[in-house]
């Protein structure tokens, strides 16, 4: 029995020293690029995260608090997971018009169907603020510059188990309708 657990424990760590996984935050991603890279990644740092100019930050959002969504027309068409938007396709639906068992297509725009309380979020910008918290500078402080006016949406959120603070800023959009499913 001894000898089956250490031969598992041994396996277990052998896998564990292998593994390059985990959360990779977007602005942080020029520390991974070499490695992705030598592995036939073929976008840079800047194609993945910019402040500066178009990215790929800006077609991916942030869908209901939640999930992801993609940008894919300029005209704001989105897509998601059927999982991300069953609440709202439920919501939506009724005896007569069963949405997830009979799935949903807008013809025009006039049939699109508007989902109330739910929202998508554009990052628009991420920053370690770890040292800035550390100075005395306070989080209500830099929430209330961050959101300039009400323009932007911010929050301040612990990573790497508390011991950094990463400030994250959004541009939020509350007109989200359902076009299919």
Same mark, same amino acid.
């Given at each position: 029995?001894?000898? *089956? ?22 602005s942080?991603?020029?520390?991974? *690029? ?36 993609? =940008? ?12 991300? &938007? ?8 009724s ?7 009979? &799935? ?5 725009? /006039?049939? $699109?169907?508007? %989902?109330? %309380?739910? %929202? ?6 991420? $920053? ?8 005395? $500078? ?10 300039? %006016? &009400?323009?932007?949406?911010?929050? *301040? /959120? ?8 990463? =400030?994250?800023?959004y ?8 076009? &299919?499913?």
């Open positions: 029995m001894k000898r *089956i657990f250490s031969t598992l424990c041994l396996a277990l760590l052998s896998l564990t020293a292998l593994a390059d996984e985990g959360m990779w935050l977007p942080l991603i020029s520390s991974r *690029i070499d490695d992705m890279r030598a592995k036939g990644f073929q976008l840079t740092a800047e194609d993945i995260y910019s402040i500066n100019k178009a990215s790929l930050k800006d077609a991916v959002m942030l869908f209901d608090d939640g999930c992801t969504a993609e =940008l894919i027309s300029a005209e704001g068409l989105l897509i998601t997971n059927h999982h991300c &938007g069953y609440g709202a396709i439920q919501h939506l639906s005896v007569e018009h069963d949405y997830l068992t009979d &799935g949903f297509w807008a013809q025009s725009r /006039e049939e $699109e169907l508007p %989902n109330e %309380n739910l %929202n998508v979020k554009f990052l628009k910008r991420m $920053e370690d603020i770890t040292e800035r918290l550390a100075a005395g $500078e306070s989080r209500e402080e830099i929430l209330e510059k961050a959101r300039e %006016n &009400g323009r932007y949406k911010a929050s *301040i /959120e612990q990573m790497y188990y508390g011991n950094q603070q990463f =400030l994250f800023v541009e939020q959009f509350d007109d989200v309708r359902l076009v &299919g499913t």
